[in-house]
């Protein structure tokens, strides 16, 4: 046989596949599995930075607008997904998305100040001018959207005109159009504080320069909205009030109350005169007596006696009246007046309708069940009395019993999943790969460990054949020499049995050993003299 070369690549290759032949089948499954996981985690590294990256679609816009535009963009068929809140695509159809939206009127609030992310150097001031402002309109747009009466809001800004003379100054003003939800509608401290949160963005803006409308048109006005803040107060109280009467009876969540108000928010300052002429008042009163006083009459004792002391005086006489006495007396009398001043109050109570739904109840079998008049009538009674119904001033109140859907799950309007996405950076995702893999190495490695049996004597390399034959055919008592120990069954060794029976046996027992042996006896060198 050639002499196999002692190195060189060759030596190498030959070293590497003699070693790769004598790995168990184990070691060399495991070896591919690392080998193979290696190669998968290399070249998704690879080819993953050559992936199309995502960009968002409309930065900064709210979670509804980027539901809508998520679902106008999945409509089209475009790649979407939703990451972090935002609607991204890949930045090869960043442009065709955006135009998209743009067709379909979305965002609905508009750009805030990350117009001036992808500004230029180039940019003339007339450019960045108009920027600013349609940055500052679309970022107190999104504030004011904020509320949650609001659903969505349009700031137009005029930005005032400075000059040396104070009679050509222009003065900055503004005008929101806010678009409320259905039912919804603002208080008065509400309207002021957009209209301060306006004023206050704008350098020189003065708040009464400040024009809120909503979108039926209706110009809103902190300094006297009273009406509209005392009929929508009176409304939530008598809805209120019945709600909660009904749901002790019928079961929280069973009653639905809906009350509506016809109030009367005209100012009236009322003046009344009454005059009585049945019975008038005595104003003054004047008497007056004219005339000479009247003459005494005559009488006494006569004589001395009359003139002694201690004489009873005479009785007086009655004299007559004193000729051309006059008495006057004048009475002034006028009609009874009263004036009373009367100013109705701002809002005043004109009808009230109250319309009360209320759900089935649970029948015998666990189904919804109508329920009777005689109940509908007793509810009907204790709604009247929550709202404070009067037949009088024509108030109305109906109430039926009809079987309420079922609740929607809470997360029905969550926004859809993100797709596509990495949960954790790359790195890191790759490292937890790395010690997975570590780790069910380690795991397999174990686990042989622990399946591998006891250590056993090995078997030397086999004696000549000569020598073997002596072995074989000396006594049972006499030991084997030492290079042929082994773990054979010692049946075979006992006396009796002839030379081939015995070598049969053990290649019956090892054919693995037999093969071994008969290698090596091949590759023994002749012996000197043989023939």
């Known amino acids: ?231 929508a107060e009176l409304e939530r109280t008598v809805t209120a009030r019945v709600r909660t009467m009904l749901e002790r009876v019928v079961g929280p969540g069973k009653a639905a109350v809906v009350t509506t108000a016809d109030v009367d928010d005209r100012k009236v300052s009322e003046t009344q005169e009454v005059y009585d002429a049945d019975h008038p008042a005595l104003r003054s009163e004047s008497r007056s007596v004219e005339g000479g006083d009247a003459t005494s009459g005559v009488g006494g004792i006569a004589g001395t006696r009359g003139n002694l002391p201690g004489a009873p005086s005479p009785a007086p006489t009655a004299g007559s009246p004193a000729a051309g006495q006059r008495t006057q007396e004048t009475k002034n009398y006028e009609v009874s007046r009263t004036v009373r001043q009367t100013t109705k109050p701002d809002v005043l109570l004109q009808k009230l309708h109250v319309a009360v739904v209320v759900d089935y109840k649970a029948g015998t079998d666990g189904k919804p069940a109508a329920r009777s008049d005689k109940e509908l009538a007793e509810l009907t009674a204790i709604a009247r009395q929550a709202a404070g119904i009067e037949d009088a001033r024509g108030d109305k109140i109906e109430l039926r019993a009809i079987p309420f859907a079922a609740d929607p799950d809470a997360g029905a309007a969550a926004l859809p999943p993100a797709t596509a996405a990495l949960p954790l950076p790359l790195p890191v995702l790759i490292g937890i790969a790395g010690g997975l893999l570590a780790a069910i190495i380690i795991a397999m490695l174990v686990l042989r460990r622990r399946r591998r049996p006891g250590p056993s004597a090995t078997l030397a390399l086999p004696a000549p054949v000569g020598e073997l034959e002596r072995v074989l055919d000396a006594r049972p008592t006499r030991r084997a020499p030492t290079e042929l120990d082994a773990p054979a069954d010692t049946q075979n060794l006992l006396p009796g049995r002839t030379v081939r029976d015995r070598v049969l046996d053990a290649v019956r027992a090892d054919v693995d050993r037999t093969a071994g042996v008969l290698t090596a006896w091949l590759a023994e060198p002749p012996k000197k003299g043989a023939k």
């Open 1 to 231: 046989m050639p002499d196999a070369p002692s190195s060189g690549p060759a030596a190498v290759l030959i070293q590497l596949r003699d070693l790769w032949g004598r790995q168990p089948r184990s070691r060399k499954l495991l070896a591919l599995v690392v080998a193979l996981g290696i190669a998968g985690v290399v070249g998704y590294s690879t080819l993953l930075p050559h992936a199309a990256p995502w960009t968002a679609v409309a930065d900064g816009s709210s979670p509804e607008d980027a539901q809508e535009i998520y679902a106008v963009l999945q409509s089209r068929n475009l790649p979407v997904r939703m990451h972090d809140g935002k609607v991204e695509v890949a930045s090869e159809r960043l442009e065709e998305a955006r135009a998209i939206a743009a067709g379909a009127g979305l965002p609905h609030t508009g750009k805030g100040l990350e117009l001036f992310d992808g500004s230029s150097l180039g940019q003339s001031s007339f450019a960045e001018q108009v920027n600013f402002r349609r940055a500052l309109q679309g970022e107190l747009a999104r504030s004011i959207t904020a509320l949650a009466q609001v659903e969505s809001a349009r700031v137009l800004v005029a930005f005032g005109k400075r000059s040396l003379a104070r009679d050509q100054e222009q003065p900055a003003s503004a005008s929101v159009a806010l678009h409320l939800h259905a039912g919804q509608t603002l208080t008065s401290d509400q309207v002021r504080g957009v209209r301060q949160l306006v004023a206050a963005s704008i350098e020189g803006l003065k708040p009464d320069a400040v024009v809120i409308v909503d979108n039926h048109g209706n110009l809103l006005d902190a300094a006297d909205p009273t009406s509209v803040d005392h009929k």
